[in-house]
């Protein structure tokens, strides 16, 4: 899997959003394959309110992470993988 560039993105109700962006390399020498990514979601705005329930605005949230990943083949019929 090695020099493979993975993207893709969801659209789902509400306005949330999904996506993931990854790279794979091979590494020959050590005889792996490293794996670099980032997974985001958006929720979209969420109204905000003060003590007493008053709309004061809307507030844009999400999450992001950053994935790092590493896989070698042990036998013919076995590989390990982490991430």
Not at 23 to 39: E, L, N
Not at 44 to 73: H, M, S, Y
């Amino acid at each position: 899997m090695g020099g493979r560039l993975s993207f893709n993105h969801n659209f789902y109700l509400a306005g949330i959003q999904h996506g993931y962006f990854s790279y794979a390399h091979d590494i020959p020498k050590w005889g792996f394959t490293v794996q670099a990514g980032i997974q985001y979601i958006k929720y979209g705005d969420i109204k905000q309110a003060d003590e007493q329930g008053n709309i004061t605005g809307n507030v844009k949230t999400g999450e992001t992470a950053f994935t790092l990943g590493a896989a070698r083949r042990l036998t013919d019929r076995l590989h390990w993988a982490s991430i």
